[in-house]
């Protein structure tokens, strides 16, 4: 995903593609698209062996990255992900994760076991989101209210939740009056009530999920912390700053996934341009062709460039990483698709059949582009940010 990798850095990609090579092939993806999880049993927990859950933790809470930058380290695992339309919870369970793992040593025991779990692979988490106020990205609906003993009361619903299905716990972010709030709720909690829905990854895994009055104790509210480590332009709080660094990661993974589809897409096809013969002479000697091949390599590298870049900027702390999360989604989520239907109508005829591979890698990147966000959602948020900065 990024160049310059360390050998430590080579060998976990390495790793990880050669572990979804032996069990992501496309034979194995439609044969667990009737799976209800979208994945075989123990197949988190051999992933989570390979390092998929904690580069965002600190070693002091049990993780621990591999170059000192735990995000470009995930991201490498998102672009195999990406490349092999591989299944499983990568992106929540890593934002459960990186909010507990900072929380959990002050949070007390609850946090810790669940982050236990999390990291080990025995558990897997969904993230119910809803948006800062000032913000629209299509969150959910939800709102807290003061409990006992410290607890939070939980109301609302998250249409669309990845992994929420059968996911263990949520992470909940969400709405207290003017500011944020997070904790995490137990699956089998009273008032939490979840319906499996169908999308158009064939692995991928969504639900909606509603709370009613959910009571959460208070040793399972992450407490606020001091510094979110970077400095959010669009929250004054350390809540908000919170969310703002988790919706930051999620774009930021979804868009290395999106990248290594369009990657594997684009390979397909030049590949097929190669080898497929039209009036005697190779699609890649036709200059329509070599046009259309041009365009989308072009939008296949700034794609991995703004990715790369906003990654970069989340790992450094920098105060433009919202920015460039916006604007990496706002390309990837507009030019990613059109490359992959080029893709498929330089296939021809049987291009546009179900039973192509290509339909793996234009399905993971659709169901990734309405995710946390739409790109037009983004543009007018990046927007918003840069006049803000501006005016300042």
Same mark, same amino acid.
């Given at each position: 995903?990024?160049? +310059? ?15 979804? #090579? ?5 034979? #194995? ?24 859950? =904690? ?12 170059? +000192? ?14 490349? &092999? ?23 007390? +025991? ?33 709102? *807290? +209210? ?40 137990? %699956? ?12 158009? #990854? ?10 009613? *009055? ?13 510094? %979110? @480590? ?38 397909? =096809? ?6 497929? $013969? ?7 000697? $036709? ?25 970069? *900027? ?16 706002? $390309?990837?989520? &507009? ?13 021809? @005829?049987? @291009?546009?059949?179900?039973? &192509? ?8 990147? =659709?169901?990734?582009?309405?995710? $946390? ?20």
């Amino acid at each position: 995903m990024q160049p +310059g990798l360390s050998a430590d850095q080579q060998f976990f990609q390495e790793t990880t593609r050669k572990f979804l #090579d032996a069990r992501c092939s496309p034979a #194995d993806l439609r044969a667990l698209a009737a799976d209800p999880a979208g994945y075989r049993p123990g197949w988190w927990r051999q992933g989570a062996e390979l390092g998929w859950t =904690t580069p965002l933790v600190p070693e002091a809470a049990g993780g621990g990255s591999i170059s +000192g930058a735990g995000l470009a380290d995930l991201s490498l695992a998102a672009f195999e992900f990406g490349r &092999h339309a591989a299944p499983g919870p990568l992106i929540p369970a890593n934002v459960a994760a990186f909010s507990l793992g900072r929380s959990a040593s002050s949070g007390g +025991g609850a946090l810790a076991a669940w982050l236990e779990r999390l990291l080990s692979g025995a558990a897997t988490a969904s993230w119910l989101r809803a948006d800062p106020p000032g913000t629209d990205l299509g969150g959910a609906s939800l709102t *807290a +209210g003061a409990g006992p003993g410290g607890g939070l009361v939980i109301d609302g619903q998250a249409p669309v939740a990845e992994a929420g299905a059968d996911a263990d716990v949520f992470l909940v972010t969400a709405r207290a009056g003017s500011g944020m709030v997070h904790a995490v709720v137990d %699956a089998s909690a009273a008032g939490l009530h979840r319906r499996r829905l169908e999308g158009v #990854d064939l692995t991928r895994r969504w639900a909606r999920v509603e709370l009613d *009055a959910v009571a959460v104790p208070g040793d399972q509210v992450l407490p606020a912390p001091a510094d %979110a @480590g970077f400095e959010a332009s669009s929250t004054s709080d350390a809540s908000g700053d919170l969310a703002e660094r988790q919706l930051c990661i999620a774009l930021c993974l979804q868009q290395a996934e999106s990248v290594g589809a369009m990657q594997a897409a684009f390979d397909m =096809t030049l590949e097929w341009t190669a080898n497929r $013969y039209s009036f005697g002479r190779p699609l890649s000697s $036709y200059q329509e062709i070599k046009h259309r091949m041009a365009d989308m390599r072009m939008w296949l590298e700034a794609s991995y460039a703004i990715t790369v870049a906003a990654i970069d *900027a989340l790992d450094a702390g920098r105060p433009d990483a919202s920015e460039l999360a916006s604007a990496a989604k706002a $390309y990837v989520g &507009h030019f990613g698709p059109e490359l992959v239907q080029d893709c498929v109508q330089i296939h021809g @005829g049987i @291009g546009v059949t179900f039973d &192509h591979d290509l339909h793996l890698f234009l399905r993971r990147v =659709t169901a990734g582009v309405p995710a $946390y966000g739409s790109p037009a959602q983004h543009r007018r948020r990046l927007a918003g940010m840069v006049a803000e900065r501006v005016a300042s």
